[in-house]
């Protein structure tokens, strides 16, 4: 009996492991296409900014809210999202984020005025918090070997690095051959491609998580009070809304702490923040994404405002970059393979924080070509760095707590590059020549530090 026991599980588990074999392409085409989308969703809008103040309206602070609505929700969401996707399955909750993502697109892309716009941008961003944790679940469930999932986790961040590099080109030729709603519409076929891949993608198990409503609801307010403050603060000063929000930030902030701390079902396990493997990636993606989403953001305005160029002119200058970060992208897990991770993440960081200093000792009126050479070592570390911190992660933690871990680093991600756009363009409203200086030295500082945090917290290959 024991005999026949045995040989039925084998039987049972080479079926599984062959109908993993034969869906797990699907899975990882719908996750790469859907991170494509909601990436380029960043980068490409930057770009086409100027364009929407030229036709709605709009101050400086109000473009900073089309960009900051929607990766405010994005890093507010996330770690519910997280927990929704291990809870209901992440191949569920990846067909619901693409189905709302793609209908507040279109919202987007119909937008009156930029308030419409704004509050269309929030629903897209609460869309994207389901997404990013659902893709890299499927990945996790998709792939069981190490090395498969090395694997597909690399083309999941090429698929988000090139989005990121290249938005910027196609955002820009959107805007200037049609418009910059064109940006928007762009996502419904997208995100109909993704969907039809999904369907052939395995069922996702569930499991038994109560979502955190007490921590949700203090998380949110501290994210967005804070950033209103960031934004509010550096065009206005420090009025008393601008002091209020920052107290709110603080209670909130606070808070939420608190509550995490006693939930027996917390959406962030506090705990987790005791694994080196999980506080640099963590740490390290804060300030990868401050820096790129931060630059990109200031190059795009720069290019635009600063130097006359058009939309895809400006986004034709991110082409050497969005090249270069595309192959480096895909070889960062071998270099993990053969060097280990710590000298990757490093190396990774150090690169991102010279690109950034090349940038601001080059200034506003460096030639065309300076600068687009000078933005490529920008995006070869982001590149070599990300691909590592996030298999770093999803190493750390056991399989269960895939969809909070990969919800947390994109929670402390899309913060960095929210917070980023607050900052810089707070810099930029006095001396844009001076602020976009300070802002690419601020970047390359928090490169550095976090370069200096990852050598010394993170282990040596043996």
Same mark, same amino acid.
């Given at each position: 009996?024991?005999?026949?026991?045995?040989?039925?599980?084998?039987?049972?588990?080479?079926?599984?492991?062959?109908?993993?074999?034969?869906?797990?392409?699907?899975?990882?085409?719908?996750?790469?296409?859907?991170?494509?989308?909601?990436?380029?969703?960043?980068?490409?809008?930057?770009?086409?900014?100027?364009?929407?103040?030229?036709?709605?309206?709009?101050?400086?602070?109000?473009?900073?809210?089309?960009?900051?609505?929607?990766?405010?929700?994005?890093?507010?969401?996330?770690?519910?999202?997280?927990?929704?996707?291990?809870?209901?399955?992440?191949?569920?909750?990846?067909?619901?984020?693409?189905?709302?993502?793609?209908?507040?697109?279109?919202?987007?892309?119909?937008?009156?005025?930029?308030?419409?716009?704004?509050?269309?941008?929030?629903?897209?961003?609460?869309?994207?918090?389901?997404?990013?944790?659902?893709?890299?679940?499927?990945?996790?469930?998709?792939?069981?070997?190490?090395?498969?999932?090395?694997?597909?986790?690399?083309?999941?961040?090429?698929?988000?690095?090139?989005?990121?590099?290249?938005?910027?080109?196609?955002?820009?030729?959107?805007?200037?051959?049609?418009?910059?709603?064109?940006?928007?519409?762009?996502?419904?076929?997208?995100?109909?491609?993704?969907?039809?891949?999904? /369907?052939?993608?395995?069922?996702?198990?569930?499991?038994?998580?109560?979502?955190?409503?007490?921590?949700?609801?203090?998380?949110?307010?501290?994210?967005?009070?804070?950033?209103?403050?960031?934004?509010?603060?550096?065009?206005?000063?420090?009025?008393?809304?601008?002091?209020?929000?920052?107290?709110?930030?603080?209670?909130?902030?606070?808070?939420?702490?608190?509550?995490?701390?006693?939930?027996?079902?917390?959406?962030?396990?506090?705990?987790?923040?005791?694994?080196?493997?999980?506080?640099?990636?963590?740490?390290?993606?804060?300030?990868?994404?401050?820096?790129?989403?931060?630059?990109?953001?200031?190059?795009?305005?720069?290019?635009?405002?600063?130097?006359?160029?058009?939309?895809?002119?400006?986004?034709?200058?991110?082409?050497?970059? /969005?090249?270069?970060?595309?192959?480096?992208?895909?070889?960062?897990?071998?270099?993990?393979?053969?060097?280990?991770?710590?000298?990757?993440?490093?190396?990774?960081?150090?690169?991102? /924080? /010279?690109?950034?200093?090349?940038?601001?000792?080059?200034?506003?009126?460096?030639?065309w070509w300076v600068t687009a050479v000078l933005m490529i070592p920008l995006g070869i570390g982001g590149a070599l760095a990300m691909p590592a911190l996030t298999s770093l992660m999803l190493d750390s933690v056991p399989a269960e707590r895939a969809g909070t871990a990969a919800a947390l680093l994109n929670t402390s991600r899309q913060t960095g590059g929210a917070l980023s756009i607050a900052v810089f363009g707070a810099l930029l409203a006095s001396d844009f020549t001076r602020g976009m200086r300070e802002s690419l030295v601020l970047a390359a500082s928090l490169l550095v530090l976090n370069a200096l945090g990852a050598a010394?917290?993170?282990?040596?290959?043996?």
């Amino acid at each position: 009996m024991s005999v026949t026991k045995e040989g039925t599980g084998t039987r049972v588990r080479g079926a599984e492991a062959q109908d993993r074999a034969g869906t797990g392409p699907a899975a990882l085409v719908a996750a790469v296409l859907g991170f494509f989308v909601i990436t380029l969703d960043v980068s490409g809008v930057n770009v086409a900014l100027p364009a929407v103040g030229h036709d709605l309206g709009g101050s400086l602070s109000g473009l900073q809210w089309v960009a900051d609505s929607y990766t405010l929700m994005f890093a507010a969401l996330m770690l519910s999202a997280g927990a929704l996707s291990d809870a209901v399955g992440a191949r569920r909750a990846y067909a619901w984020g693409l189905a709302v993502f793609a209908l507040a697109s279109l919202a987007c892309g119909l937008a009156p005025t930029v308030g419409a716009l704004t509050a269309a941008r929030l629903v897209q961003g609460s869309a994207a918090a389901v997404l990013v944790p659902a893709s890299l679940a499927l990945i996790r469930q998709a792939f069981p070997d190490p090395d498969a999932r090395a694997r597909g986790v690399a083309l999941w961040t090429v698929g988000g690095a090139v989005a990121i590099a290249a938005g910027p080109v196609l955002g820009g030729f959107l805007t200037t051959e049609w418009n910059w709603r064109a940006v928007f519409f762009l996502n419904v076929p997208a995100g109909a491609a993704a969907l039809a891949a999904l /369907a052939r993608a395995p069922r996702s198990p569930r499991h038994r998580l109560v979502l955190d409503l007490p921590g949700q609801l203090t998380a949110v307010p501290a994210l967005a009070a804070l950033t209103f403050a960031v934004i509010e603060g550096g065009h206005r000063g420090p009025t008393a809304t601008v002091l209020a929000a920052a107290a709110v930030a603080v209670v909130s902030g606070a808070a939420f702490t608190a509550v995490e701390a006693r939930r027996r079902t917390p959406m962030l396990p506090l705990e987790l923040f005791r694994q080196r493997g999980v506080v640099v990636p963590v740490v390290a993606g804060f300030a990868c994404n401050a820096a790129f989403y931060g630059g990109v953001f200031v190059l795009s305005l720069c290019f635009q405002e600063q130097r006359g160029q058009s939309a895809f002119t400006a986004g034709l200058m991110f082409v050497p970059m /969005a090249v270069v970060t595309a192959h480096v992208n895909y070889f960062s897990p071998r270099a993990v393979s053969r060097f280990g991770p710590r000298s990757v993440v490093v190396a990774g960081l150090l690169t991102a /924080a /010279a690109g950034c200093g090349g940038l601001a000792a080059a200034g506003t009126d460096s030639p065309w070509w300076v600068t687009a050479v000078l933005m490529i070592p920008l995006g070869i570390g982001g590149a070599l760095a990300m691909p590592a911190l996030t298999s770093l992660m999803l190493d750390s933690v056991p399989a269960e707590r895939a969809g909070t871990a990969a919800a947390l680093l994109n929670t402390s991600r899309q913060t960095g590059g929210a917070l980023s756009i607050a900052v810089f363009g707070a810099l930029l409203a006095s001396d844009f020549t001076r602020g976009m200086r300070e802002s690419l030295v601020l970047a390359a500082s928090l490169l550095v530090l976090n370069a200096l945090g990852a050598a010394a917290l993170l282990p040596r290959r043996r």
